[in-house]
């Protein structure tokens, strides 16, 4: 079996994302980047396929070449090979675009399974493993938590607000799944140094067969017109306790409001 | 300006054991303290990690990295909170196993240290004694040979991991000093703990590191194989010199760390506490004082870190290495008494986690050959 695993490199999720008002995108120059989060739970199904069915797992990311760093830390994880679509058409691409290069590079390579995360830590759209699934006429389980692989279908438990559903597809077919679906391990030092060895393969647009003018800032289905910092947290409520209990039924009449309770 | 020794590797390996240190570790640390006890699963975690092997070759279970890994390790496991855990650890990867790979033959090294590097046999060190500590010409722990066996008679004080230990790694006398060579006539064994005659006589109480178990052992009539032996017999004294040289690098690297994390946790409670209408870290009395203490904690850092890459190339730098120590030992207890003061009233409360790593921090300066010892030997290597 072949498992792709599609990683992103995001900004670092601890600390502010200043946009540029120039692109009206993430000014990627102040902060530091990271392997996105959610992958990490994609990287380590990825992992648990491959040890439970020995599969071959390849990293994809699509970025720029100072990402590599990312995919190395992908790799560490213990997956086997990395490709990497690399272009400077890419800058600016919206979700949409972001799945037309992501389904065209899949194309150019052998895969049964493709592993997402959900979202991004970033823009957190959650429309590109979906997208993908779409762009290539395969069937996508999304918001997995839970996976496995039975013969030639996969199962999931595809989570929503009320529980979760189990659902199945024929093979090749492409998962999302959320961070409930496992527990990560560490990247063990065998894995960080041979993660320096592995096969990472870069491709550009026209490698994979990509039309630049469907990508890229200029191929974007969506605009951005304008943007504001998120306002400051308003200051909370602070329930005096005089001892007449007069406090907690002020604090179950908030909670009532609130719709808590 | 120095280059760091750490590569890109090694930065990556840290993330991950920082992590680990964090979720993992972190939250126990005042249960441990409190039950005088660091669970047992610590060690099958930590092999399963991959971290109780860093610099232990692969043949072995280990991860066959450099001495930097090394490092990081005991530059992150302080962030736990706990000095005992950096400790215990200590004692288990660079004080017990060390002798094993150097002197060991490939059985010991089979039975006892690929089992250590999972974490499914923990280690202990033996040198110190009821009546002999870094004198180490003194132990009266005595091997007597038995047909093809040796019967150990004696006590051993101050062993970390005492009461958990599956061996020791123990400094015995099997013969009296030839007159030539009054270093000779000791010997290394390891001892496995489940024998007959062997027994943790008690837990000691100690002012600081009470999570990590210290006992003081009786050896009544025990009777171990001959291959329990370790390196060559009446060589004990040069073995445990070499051996003392890794375990006093470490204990100095942890003390960086240590008092590194003081410093962090003064600065920020400097930054946060206001008296007088403004952070305390505003006041040029304070302020200065964490100048010193960041000063202090560099200058240390790069001795530590030139003897870690003389080690790390093979180098035997006994003098940097007790340099090292006696800086490291006794910058840390000062840092972490100036960070207790900076906090005030709340550095001295039990609410804070600051009194315990000054408590924690005070054994460095007695542990491991005292500031005083580590001077006798600069003094020596100086001609004095």
């Given at each position: 079996m072949k498992v792709i695993v599609p990683v992103k490199r995001v900004p670092d999720t601890a600390g502010d994302k200043p946009i540029d008002?120039?692109?009206?995108?993430?000014?990627?120059?102040s902060v530091e980047s990271v392997l996105c989060p959610v992958n990490e739970f994609s990287i380590e199904e990825g992992v648990r396929l491959k040890e439970k069915h020995g599969a071959e797992v390849t990293v994809l990311l699509v970025g720029p070449d100072s990402a590599q760093p990312i995919v190395r830390k992908a790799l560490s994880y213990g997956l086997d090979a990395a490709v990497q679509v690399s272009d400077e058409g890419i800058a600016g691409s919206d979700a949409l675009g972001t799945a037309r290069v992501i389904a065209k590079a899949l194309e150019s390579m052998e895969w049964d399974l493709v592993v997402f995360g959900n979202q991004s830590a970033d823009a957190r759209t959650c429309l590109v493993p979906a997208a993908v699934a779409e762009l290539l006429g395969v069937p996508s389980l999304t918001f997995a938590r839970y996976l496995e692989v039975d013969g030639d279908k996969a199962i999931a438990h595809r989570e929503h607000e009320e529980g979760w559903d189990v659902v199945e597809a024929p093979l090749p077919a492409v998962v999302s799944v959320v961070e409930a679906i496992n527990d990560p391990r560490y990247p063990s030092f065998k894995g960080i140094m041979a993660a320096k060895s592995k096969p990472l393969t870069v491709k550009s647009l026209a490698d994979i067969g990509v039309?630049?003018?469907?990508?890229?800032a200029g191929g974007a289905a969506a605009t951005m017109y304008a943007f504001e910092p998120r306002p400051p947290k308003a200051a909370g409520t602070v329930v005096e306790d005089d001892g007449s209990g007069a406090a907690a039924e002020q604090l179950a009449d908030w909670m009532t409001e609130k719709k808590f309770v | 300006m120095r280059t760091s020794p750490f590569t890109e590797e090694h930065e990556q390996l840290r993330a991950a054991i920082r992590r680990f240190v964090t979720d993992e570790l972190a939250p126990h640390a005042e249960a441990w303290e409190q039950a005088g006890w660091i669970d047992d699963w610590v060690w099958p975690r930590m092999g399963e990690l991959g971290y109780l092997g860093?610099?232990?070759?692969?043949?072995?279970?280990?991860?066959?990295?450099?001495y930097w890994a090394t490092v990081v390790l005991a530059e992150e496991l302080p962030r736990c909170g706990s000095g005992s855990v950096p400790m215990a650890i200590g004692v288990q990867t660079d004080m017990a196993t060390p002798p094993i790979l150097k002197f060991g033959t490939e059985e010991q090294k089979q039975a006892y240290l690929a089992p250590a590097v999972k974490g499914e046999k923990i280690a202990a060190i033996g040198i110190s004694e009821p009546e002999a500590g870094s004198d180490v010409?003194?132990?009266?722990t005595r091997a007597r040979r038995d047909g093809r066996d040796w019967i150990i008679d004696g006590a051993k004080l101050y062993i970390t991991n005492g009461l958990r230990a599956d061996f020791v790694t123990m400094v015995v006398r099997t013969a009296a000093a030839e007159s030539d060579d009054p270093w000779s006539g000791i010997s290394l064994f390891l001892v496995?703990?489940?024998?007959?005659?062997?027994?943790?006589?008690r837990k000691l109480d100690k002012v600081g590191m009470r999570a990590s178990d210290t006992a003081l052992i009786h050896l009544d009539g025990v009777r171990v194989p001959g291959d329990a032996l370790l390196g060559v017999e009446g060589h004990g004294f040069k073995q445990i010199m070499w051996q003392l040289q890794g375990e006093r690098l470490i204990g100095a690297i942890g003390g960086v760390a240590a008092a590194q994390l003081m410093f962090e946790r003064a600065l920020a409670y400097t930054r946060e506490r206001e008296a007088f209408g403004r952070p305390?870290?505003?006041f040029q009395a304070t302020r200065h004082r964490l100048v010193d203490m960041a000063t202090d904690i560099e200058q240390v850092r790069q001795l530590v870190y030139d003897a870690c890459d003389r080690w790390n190339r093979g180098e035997y730098a006994v003098t940097e290495i007790a340099m090292c120590k006696l800086a490291a030992a006794q910058m840390s207890f000062r840092v972490a008494d100036e960070a207790l003061q900076l906090h005030g009233g709340y550095g001295y409360s039990r609410e804070f986690p600051v009194e315990r790593a000054w408590r924690d921090a005070r054994l460095a300066r007695v542990g491991g050959g005292s500031d005083e010892v580590q001077r006798e030997i600069i003094s020596k290597l100086l001609g004095l």
């Open positions: 008002p120039n692109d009206r995108t993430v000014d990627r120059d039309d630049p003018a469907s990508v890229g | 860093l610099a232990v070759p692969a043949e072995y279970g280990g991860q066959g990295a450099d010409r003194a132990i009266r496995d703990t489940d024998l007959p005659g062997f027994e943790v006589a305390i870290a505003r």
